[in-house]
């Protein structure tokens, strides 16, 4: 599998952007897709993940109504919607894949990463 994430920018505060994910490989609708960020200096950390029927979601606490994971599986992509951004959602945001149904929060549990989009957010 192979991921190709864009959709990385600057933006002030309080805007938007929509991070794409695009995979490679058949069996896409399969996975589970997760997106994580790792900022400056800091630990890389789960931002969302969505089951292969989207059926099943997770967020992390910080974006929790602020953004939106979703999938196409005909066109083998997962997207980001990030609204409201904040100053602290700077990092480079990376998409990855886990093998099962599950939608988990732990980076061990995905197999295949792609190589990150940035974003940086202004005050």
């Known amino acids: 599998v192979q991921l190709q994430a864009s959709g990385g920018g600057l933006v002030q505060a309080g805007g938007s952007l929509r991070l794409s994910c695009a995979a490679s490989?058949?069996?896409?609708?399969?996975?589970?897709m997760g997106w994580f960020r790792q900022a400056p200096g800091k630990e890389r950390e789960f931002v969302a993940a969505?089951?292969?029927?989207?059926?099943?979601?997770a967020y992390a606490d910080s974006v929790k109504g602020r953004f939106t994971i979703s999938r196409d599986n005909a066109k083998n992509t997962v997207f980001l919607q990030m609204n409201s951004l904040k100053p602290e959602d700077t990092a480079v945001y990376y998409c990855?894949?886990?093998?099962?149904?599950?939608?988990?929060?732990?980076?061990?549990?995905?197999?295949?990463w792609g190589q990150g989009t940035r974003v940086t957010v202004s005050s």
């Open positions: 990855a894949v886990h093998g099962g149904s599950t939608a988990p929060r732990n980076s061990v549990y995905y197999n295949y």
């Open positions: 490989g058949r069996a896409f609708s399969r996975y589970t």
């Open positions: 969505i089951n292969w029927s989207g059926g099943n979601t």
